[in-house]
């Protein structure tokens, strides 16, 4: 007979710049939700097929040292662990017009051309779809306008902590009710080629896809550089 | 709005303020409204009772490099100019030409009517024509340590001893006309010099220029006794003993029958009767007509001890003595001291249900056109490997991220408790 470990996992914090922030302005913490991560996990290493059996599948995963918690650790943050029912086995993804998981969702004006465009956004692998609302980052709102039932909101929650840390200046985040089926997006002049990376999550499962769009110059009357 | 990440500071003992060496700071102009926001998807609640908070006191050597003694031959005097050795000195803990010798403390001594300092000035015959640059440092303790109604009347640290250097009945209501002060920096005694844990040494000659008998061991009695409230903190009376243990059968009591001082931790200061320790270690009577000076080898000095000299037409340099008492220690430890620091700690315990935090948004967890979770073994039986924990408050804003040493498992088989540590 041996004993039971009954010992806690106990783990040093350290304060994101966030965090100071609100030390720095008098104001408490009142830390009240905890989230966890897995940032830093590659699940490509789960070995089914490991000679010792099934315990040992996540050896590789769990022997990995982790590198140590940084005030810039928001970084660490990317990938949140969810709360789904036992047997799911398709994830939830969103879909960007005809753009679904693994394709790389796009859009290029045209020489000349300066119309918006709509993009449809769906939620898929979710009975019923989104339930509770969208965000959309948008990391240089001098450069698109976003219309339709959209409406600039804030940073933070399940947006990417990483544009707080980071103080984007220009960064808007737009939301969007659940009902909500598509999004306008129009361009501003430009004397240079931008390109722009939007960021759609979905509110009630924290997925989320990446929308690149590329604003030739224009008007067309100086050298592109 | 300007936020700080750090600001570098040090104190300047000429102005008593502190200065800002550097800083790393940016302007804030961002809007407000961005600041305010919900919660991530499946954050879970720590509940009131899952968190924890106390004050934990630490406590290290107060030395460089943690070390919580200094003998009397590491005992040097620093290299200072000569306006401040009218006020002060710095004491090292190696020899000061040495690149790793710093300032670990400095003496000074103060004299209420400025004796040890010039105060004739271009005068001939008038002994208040100036005043001393030890009477201004006697003022400036009057000022930092006692209270309104105590200042005028200077220190009365010998008197509350029956055997003390000076009785209550004497021609100045039992003042202390001289002290000697050991002021401790700031960076090394963090909030407070630890006490009850520390012990002084000072060793020096008899009015005949003998040595070897005159040894004295001072703490403080605050384990025994009561601390005293004073505008500079509490205070506690500095007597005879060693680590916080008065000598003699009465220890509570031992400041009743003599007090060599008093010690002020969250000040850093030991405050000591010049009366008192020249009563025990007076040192040759012929060096209280010269200027002290530090010596590697002190054996025949004549200012190894603490009668001063009151010479009012130069500098005496009275503040060196303390310096040369410790150093005459020899190779045993003339000061032992502590730092002690208070560390805010908070603990959340995270309590992570089977049922919870099962699935994850991670890219490398689900492949394929439909996002199907990648590995089948999984499916019916998710796995996943917990590699960190945000905290997060009710606007959704991450304050606090701790990382785990490595990545802990997670399915619908197992629970865990993470105890996040956070300290500021």
């Given at each position: 007979m041996g004993y039971l470990d009954n010992s806690t996992i106990v783990v040093d914090a350290v304060l994101t710049k966030q965090g100071r922030k609100l030390l720095a302005l008098g104001q408490g913490l009142n830390i009240s939700y905890f989230t966890l991560t897995d940032t830093g996990v590659d699940y490509s290493l789960w070995n089914p097929d490991h000679p010792s059996g099934s315990a040992y599948y996540g050896e590789a995963i769990e022997n990995l040292p982790n590198l140590e918690a940084l005030p810039n650790s928001a970084y660490f943050m990317r990938n949140n662990l969810l709360s789904y029912d036992r047997n799911t086995k398709l994830m939830p993804y969103v879909m960007l017009g005809t753009f679904g998981i693994g394709q790389t969702a796009s859009y290029i004006w045209g020489d000349g051309q300066t119309a918006g465009f709509n993009l449809t956004v769906d939620l898929k692998n979710v009975t019923g779809g989104e339930t509770v609302g969208w965000q959309l980052v948008v990391p240089d709102s001098t450069l698109i306008s976003i219309s339709g039932n959209w409406t600039p909101s804030s940073i933070g929650g399940n947006v990417q902590q990483f544009l707080l840390e980071?103080?984007?200046?220009?960064a808007v985040v737009y939301d969007a009710p659940s009902t909500t089926a598509t999004v306008t997006i129009d361009r501003v002049n430009t004397t240079t080629t931008r390109t722009l990376i939007l960021t759609f999550i979905?509110?009630?499962?924290?997925?989320?896809?990446?929308?690149?769009?590329?604003?030739?110059?224009?008007?067309?009357?100086?050298?592109?550089? | 709005m300007r936020i700080y990440n750090e600001v570098v500071t040090i104190f300047n003992d000429l102005t008593g303020q502190?200065?800002?060496?550097?800083?790393?700071?940016?302007?804030?102009?961002?809007?407000?409204?961005?600041?305010?926001?919900?919660?991530?998807?499946?954050?879970?609640?720590?509940?009131?009772?899952?968190?924890?908070?106390?004050t934990v006191k630490t406590t290290a050597g107060y030395f460089t490099n943690g070390d919580g003694t200094l003998t009397g031959t590491e005992t040097y005097t620093g290299s200072l100019s000569d306006s401040n050795e009218k006020h002060y000195f710095n004491a090292v803990q190696t020899h000061p030409d040495s690149s790793s010798a710093v300032v670990q403390f400095s003496t000074t001594y103060g004299h209420i009517l400025g004796m040890g300092s010039d105060t004739y000035g271009d005068s001939l015959s008038k002994a208040d024509n100036l005043r001393g640059e030890v009477q201004s440092i006697y003022r400036q303790f009057t000022s930092l340590l006692l209270h309104e109604n105590e200042q005028s009347g200077g220190f009365k640290i010998s008197q509350q001893g029956s055997a003390g250097a000076i009785g209550s009945g004497d021609a100045n209501g039992g003042r202390d006309d001289y002290f000697y002060a050991l002021v401790?920096?700031?960076?090394?005694?963090?909030?407070?010099?630890?006490?009850?844990?520390?012990?002084?040494?000072?060793s020096?000659?008899?009015?005949?220029?003998?040595?070897?008998?005159?040894?004295?061991?001072?703490?403080?009695d605050s384990k025994y006794a009561s601390s005293t409230a004073t505008p500079a903190g509490p205070r506690h009376n500095i007597v005879s003993g060693a680590l916080g243990v008065p000598t003699g059968s009465s220890p509570a009591v031992a400041y009743a029958h003599k007090t060599f001082g008093w010690f002020y931790p969250e000040m850093g200061i030991m405050l000591f009767s010049g009366n008192q320790l020249s009563a025990s270690?007076?040192?040759?009577?012929?060096?209280?007509?010269?200027?002290?000076?530090?010596?590697?080898?002190?054996?025949?000095?004549?200012?190894?001890?603490?009668?001063?000299?009151?010479?009012?037409?130069?500098?005496?340099?009275?503040?060196?003595r303390f310096i040369n008492c410790l150093r005459h220690v020899g190779s045993g430890n003339a000061l032992r001291l502590r730092s002690e620091e208070d560390q805010t700690q908070e603990n959340y315990f995270c309590?992570?249900?089977?049922?919870?935090?099962?699935?994850?948004?991670?890219?490398?967890?689900?492949?394929?056109?439909d996002n199907k979770v990648r590995h089948v073994s999984m499916h019916g039986n998710p796995q996943t490997f917990i590699s960190g924990v945000g905290l997060y408050n009710s606007a959704g804003h991450l304050l606090a991220v701790a990382k785990l040493s490595s990545p802990l498992k997670k399915n619908f088989a197992s629970e865990a408790t993470i105890k996040v540590k956070l300290t500021y």
């Open positions: 980071q103080d984007i200046a220009n979905s509110k009630s499962t924290g997925a989320y896809k990446h929308f690149n769009v590329t604003m030739p110059k224009y008007p067309n009357t100086t050298t592109n550089t | 502190w200065d800002t060496i550097s800083e790393d700071s940016f302007e804030y102009n961002g809007n407000d409204i961005m600041l305010a926001q919900g919660l991530p998807v499946g954050a879970t609640p720590i509940n009131d009772t899952d968190t924890v908070a106390d401790g920096k700031r960076e090394r005694f963090k909030d407070r010099i630890n006490k009850k844990a520390w012990t002084i040494v000072l020096g000659s008899n009015s005949s220029g003998g040595g070897t008998s005159n040894v004295l061991y001072l703490t403080d270690i007076p040192g040759n009577t012929a060096g209280t007509a010269m200027t002290a000076s530090f010596k590697t080898d002190l054996t025949a000095d004549k200012t190894l001890g603490f009668g001063p000299n009151l010479n009012q037409k130069g500098n005496s340099k009275n503040a060196l309590r992570i249900k089977a049922a919870d935090y099962n699935f994850s948004a991670n890219p490398t967890f689900s492949s394929g056109s």
